[in-house]
């Protein structure tokens, strides 16, 4: 059967549109993907991932920050109006043998298990006649505890206490000494101890030291009431010149650190108050500042060898993190990798992309 001259035109004026079609279509494919590749170019040469905001933009981001202190939770229970005169009306309660042993039960428990939230930090000793808890009175999740023989302070024990103070936000830090302490007394006698056990008790030698100066007359066993209050304030020094955390927080208002000797005896707490020379160690240079001052760690207890294994490697670690800071040698800087050149990458990308362009559109034109 005949095609009709008005059929057969029609379909003449279809493939012709068709054909003029396929001109723009590949025109707009070769423009989609020559806009691809170039972003893609330009992506990596600003060292990053298509769709990622540039590199300088991203370090101008600040970084995230620290997780916030406990307290500052506001499901938190709020802390004490006066945090140390709830402990001093907690230990006379213990003394009138009123204790109410508050904050101990499962509802406690329930309260506690998701996290914490003490109003206080205490070094004491590890002797098990001074329980801070039992004798100051208090619950679950009140205290935030650090104990060691001696109550002294190295490397894990000042760590321990800038958790307490700076991630939970404690706002009082307590130095809690003890009459009859075995650690002091041995100290003093000179008594033969074993394994690690020496290297603690030279943290009370400075305390002893001070007190022979204070009193020449006195020998060994005399010595130890005194040495116990200047091992007291001794560590509470420790802590003022060689912790920032704490130095920081004292200084803006939002820690208070105080002493004190608990009388195994009668039950009964002798407040020290703060130490007498807290103003002289604030004033003093920084533990950084000095490190960057001295090319070395200015505080005697992060430099000193110790027997302590645990603590050894900390120790080792944060000498070479002083001599960096310090100026020393460094790890070299890696060197940065060269930028691929956006400009000239794009022009090779845009006369290809033309080209065959052209190619196309005269094959389908």
């Given at each position: 059967?005949?095609?009709?001259?008005?059929?057969?035109?029609?379909?003449?004026?279809?493939?012709?549109?068709?054909?003029?079609?396929?001109?723009?279509?590949?025109?707009?494919?070769?423009?989609?993907?020559?806009?691809?590749?170039?972003?893609?170019?330009?992506?990596?040469?600003?060292?990053?991932?298509?769709?990622?905001?540039?590199?300088?933009?991203?370090?101008?981001?600040?970084?995230?920050?620290?997780?916030?202190?406990?307290?500052?939770?506001?499901?938190?229970?709020?802390?004490?109006?006066?945090?140390?005169?709830?402990?001093?009306?907690?230990?006379?309660?213990?003394?009138?043998?009123?204790?109410?042993?508050?904050?101990?039960?499962?509802?406690?428990?329930?309260?506690?298990?998701?996290?914490?939230?003490?109003?206080?930090?205490?070094?004491?000793?590890?002797?098990?006649?001074?329980?801070?808890?039992?004798?100051?009175?208090?619950?679950?999740?009140?205290?935030?505890?650090?104990?060691?023989?001696?109550?002294?302070?190295?490397?894990?024990?000042?760590?321990?206490?800038?958790?307490?103070?700076?991630?939970?936000?404690?706002?009082?830090?307590?130095?809690?000494?003890?009459?009859?302490?075995?650690?002091?007394?041995?100290a003093a006698m000179h008594a033969a101890t074993h394994g690690h056990v020496p290297a603690l008790l030279e943290k009370i030698r400075p305390a002893l030291e001070a007190t022979k100066a204070r009193f020449p007359d006195l020998v060994e066993k005399d010595l130890v009431p005194g040495a116990i209050k200047a091992n007291v304030l001794h560590t509470m020094a420790d802590l003022l010149k060689s912790s920032p955390e704490v130095r920081e927080r004292v200084k803006g208002g939002k820690l208070t650190v105080v002493g004190g000797v608990y009388d195994i005896s009668t039950g009964a707490v002798e407040w020290l108050g703060k130490h007498p020379e807290e103003a002289v160690f604030l004033a003093a240079p920084d533990p950084d500042e000095r490190a960057a001052s001295t090319g070395r760690m200015g505080d005697k207890h992060v430099k000193k060898p110790t027997t302590l294994g645990h603590a050894a490697p900390v120790k080792e670690h944060a000498e070479a993190a002083a001599e960096v800071h310090a100026g020393g040698d460094a790890a070299p800087e890696t060197p940065e990798k060269p930028r691929p050149s956006f400009p000239i990458g794009f022009a090779i990308v845009a006369f290809l992309a033309t080209l065959g362009g052209i190619v196309s559109a005269r094959m389908f034109g």
């Amino acid at each position: 059967m005949a095609t009709s001259p008005s059929i057969a035109s029609a379909r003449r004026s279809r493939r012709a549109l068709r054909r003029a079609s396929r001109g723009p279509r590949a025109w707009l494919l070769l423009l989609c993907i020559t806009a691809l590749i170039s972003a893609t170019a330009y992506a990596r040469a600003e060292g990053a991932e298509p769709g990622a905001p540039p590199a300088s933009k991203a370090a101008a981001a600040p970084p995230a920050s620290a997780a916030a202190p406990a307290s500052a939770d506001p499901a938190a229970p709020p802390m004490p109006a006066d945090p140390l005169g709830e402990l001093i009306n907690g230990n006379a309660d213990y003394l009138k043998d009123e204790a109410k042993h508050p904050r101990q039960d499962a509802s406690r428990r329930k309260d506690t298990a998701e996290g914490q939230h003490p109003f206080v930090t205490i070094v004491s000793c590890s002797d098990s006649r001074v329980p801070p808890e039992i004798l100051f009175n208090q619950g679950l999740g009140d205290v935030f505890s650090v104990r060691v023989a001696g109550n002294v302070v190295d490397t894990d024990e000042m760590g321990s206490v800038e958790y307490g103070v700076g991630h939970l936000g404690t706002p009082l830090l307590v130095v809690l000494g003890h009459t009859r302490c075995g650690a002091v007394t041995d100290a003093a006698m000179h008594a033969a101890t074993h394994g690690h056990v020496p290297a603690l008790l030279e943290k009370i030698r400075p305390a002893l030291e001070a007190t022979k100066a204070r009193f020449p007359d006195l020998v060994e066993k005399d010595l130890v009431p005194g040495a116990i209050k200047a091992n007291v304030l001794h560590t509470m020094a420790d802590l003022l010149k060689s912790s920032p955390e704490v130095r920081e927080r004292v200084k803006g208002g939002k820690l208070t650190v105080v002493g004190g000797v608990y009388d195994i005896s009668t039950g009964a707490v002798e407040w020290l108050g703060k130490h007498p020379e807290e103003a002289v160690f604030l004033a003093a240079p920084d533990p950084d500042e000095r490190a960057a001052s001295t090319g070395r760690m200015g505080d005697k207890h992060v430099k000193k060898p110790t027997t302590l294994g645990h603590a050894a490697p900390v120790k080792e670690h944060a000498e070479a993190a002083a001599e960096v800071h310090a100026g020393g040698d460094a790890a070299p800087e890696t060197p940065e990798k060269p930028r691929p050149s956006f400009p000239i990458g794009f022009a090779i990308v845009a006369f290809l992309a033309t080209l065959g362009g052209i190619v196309s559109a005269r094959m389908f034109g």
